[in-house]
């Protein structure tokens, strides 16, 4: 099962940007859809953006269109969520997550492996 750490959290204000990253190992990740979810305090995790691996094929939520772009780093085994114009609504964990059997790309039970997450705060 593949390995995710994710990097780069932190604390920006409205309209900032902040890119974050989440280093994949230990499986074969060609094969794989990875995905951002976030999850806001006292909400339902939630899916954000997701891209497959083996053709760079991207998908997002329609909260995050326009201002969010997932991409990866094939050598680095890396993918990245770079956030722009971002809103105080965007406070969250966000996890990343992998899966090799994924059906429906907003669902949470889809993906086998998680990072631990990192915090994304935006002040208003």
């Known amino acids: 099962q593949v390995q995710l750490v994710e990097s780069g959290g932190g604390l920006v204000q409205a309209g900032g940007s902040l890119r974050i990253s989440c280093a994949a190992s230990g499986g074969t990740i060609s094969s794989l859809i990875l995905a951002w979810f976030r999850q806001a305090p006292g909400k339902e995790r939630e899916f954000v953006a997701a891209i497959r691996y083996e053709n760079g094929n991207a998908y997002y939520a329609d909260s995050v269109k326009g201002r969010f772009t997932i991409s990866r780093d094939n050598a680095k085994n890396t993918v990245y969520l770079q956030m722009n114009s971002l809103l105080p609504e965007d406070t969250a964990v966000y996890s990343c997550?992998?899966?090799?059997?994924?059906?429906?790309?907003?669902?949470?039970?889809?993906?086998?492996?998680w990072g631990q997450g990192t915090q994304v705060t935006v002040s208003s």
């Open positions: 997550a992998a899966g090799s059997r994924v059906i429906i790309l907003r669902a949470v039970s889809d993906y086998a492996s």
